[in-house]
């Protein structure tokens, strides 16, 4: 029962309250020790994009920031309470900036974490200190309060929020696989040109005969160097029917609204429409006859240095707008979207944009430039061929996005609840086996 949960300090429960290295940054490695940073911590979650590593001689001078699995981590500075514990697989690790939780023999890992991203998020930001940058400290995280069951009540309702988190967990990672699968394929076609290569050299493309046929059998010089027979080189302003970019006035936020996204709200598949700020319903249709709203087959593209990360097709017409720090592409005949934004991704291209960035203070691509840039274009049946290919595991992705969506609201709806005690266990248990993917 609730009434029997005591309110106990965090610094009482945990064996260590600790921080990650501050000051100068390690030399980092390539095959060393894994070095969380701020960004690598997650809502709930370790992020290992941009994961950075040290040396073993590093890793041994750090000891007293070193990590290990079922840590709880705190994000001090930026984004201060994002929590995540550390997994089993990170056996051994280390971090920058970073709070460190080592719970007792009392207190679930999980729990904590859990209990930090939602029931203690208010006690998190009365708890920072900085007038500029605000950071959350050991002496914070000592005094933050916590009202706690008994170790089998904790573990009961990690076990129903853990089940939901590990279907989405594993959305991800079917949309990580089928987004490598298309890659590969891509890179193969349109990189590599393989199946050119297989046919000058009277080898097996080891395609179907009527997709091989579709692929020339010798090279011709361009600005790029060396591409196939009869393929073109278009500047994005030829391959456009519209290059623009979102909204430049930023209407006034409402409580409760519809959602206006930004560069920060997006992610490798659609937005993060739970972080967009709100504006009113006049607003938001003044918007969307403005054509601020990206439609199905736009490519949505940050504008600024982060350009390198967010890169996607709209496969819908979204149900939000988006500010000019987004632009939006809409292809049109002559090139596939989908491979439009692929060619976008590719390091040869992302060579050939960087030439564009301008910028002293935010650096970024200005539409005009965006027109300007040189693409390859393959012919327009070949193009077809590949997105037959491609556009069904695209469009996987975004039924494990709206499903990790569903599943998300549905774990942020009853974590106050379980925590609190409002909602017991047994209550919540059909919740966490009614969520099939």
């Known amino acids: 029962m609730a009434s029997e949960w005591r309110e106990v300090r965090l610094g009482e429960l945990a064996d260590e309250i600790t921080v990650g290295h501050v000051g100068p940054m390690p030399a980092y490695v390539e095959g060393g020790i894994p070095f969380l940073r701020s960004q690598n911590v997650d809502r ?8 950075k590593s040290i040396g073993f001689s590093a890793h041994d001078r750090l000891r007293k920031s070193a990590l290990h699995p079922g840590d709880v981590v705190i994000v001090r500075t930026g984004r201060p309470g994002a929590c995540a514990v550390i997994p089993t697989s990170l056996p051994v690790a280390n971090c920058s900036d970073l709070v460190i939780v080592r719970p007792g023999r009392e207190l679930d890992p999980w729990f904590l974490a859990y209990y930090i991203n939602s029931a203690a998020v208010h006690g998190v930001s009365s708890q920072v200190v900085g007038a500029v940058q605000q950071h959350f400290n050991i002496g914070s995280a000592r005094n933050l309060t916590i009202r706690l069951p008994d170790l089998a009540t ?24 089928l987004e490598s699968m298309a890659r590969a394929l891509f890179k193969s076609w349109f990189v590599d ?6 046919k000058a050299e009277c080898r097996d493309t080891f395609l179907p005969g009527e997709i091989a046929g579709l692929f020339s059998d010798s090279f011709e010089d361009s600005e790029f160097g060396e591409i196939p027979s009869g393929w073109g080189i278009s500047s994005l302003g030829q391959l456009c029917d519209r290059i623009t970019d979102g909204s430049h006035s930023s209407p006034a936020s409402v409580a409760r609204g519809r959602p206006m996204a930004s560069v920060k709200d997006m992610r490798r598949w659609g937005f993060d429409v739970k972080g967009c700020r709100q504006i009113s319903e006049l607003d938001y249709l003044r918007l969307v006859r403005d054509d601020c709203r990206p439609r199905a087959g736009d490519v949505l593209i940050a504008k600024d240095g982060s350009f390198l990360k967010h890169i996607f097709v709209a496969e819908r017409d979204l149900d939000l707008v988006v500010l000019s720090s987004v632009a939006i592409l809409r292809p049109n005949i002559r090139i596939d979207p989908h491979l439009l934004a692929f060619s976008l991704l590719d390091d040869a291209t992302m060579g050939r944009m960087s030439q564009y960035v301008s910028g002293a203070v935010l650096q970024r691509i200005v539409l005009k430039d965006f027109r300007q840039i040189p693409m390859l274009v393959p012919p327009i049946g070949l193009q077809r061929a590949w997105a037959m290919e491609v556009t069904p595991m695209i469009r996987r992705c975004w039924r494990h996005l709206d499903e990790s969506d569903v599943l998300e609201s549905m774990r942020d709806a009853i974590i106050p609840s379980l925590i609190s005690g409002r909602l017991t266990p047994n209550d919540a248990g059909p919740i966490g086996e009614a969520t099939p993917l």
Do not use: C, G, W, Y
């Open 193 to 198: 040109f393989d199946p050119v290569h297989a």
């Open 154 to 177: 904790q573990r009961e309702v990690v076990e129903i929020l853990r089940a939901l988190d590990d279907k989405i967990e594993l959305n991800r990672r079917m949309s990580q696989t």
């Open 44 to 51: 709930l979650r370790i992020n290992d994009s941009d994961l």
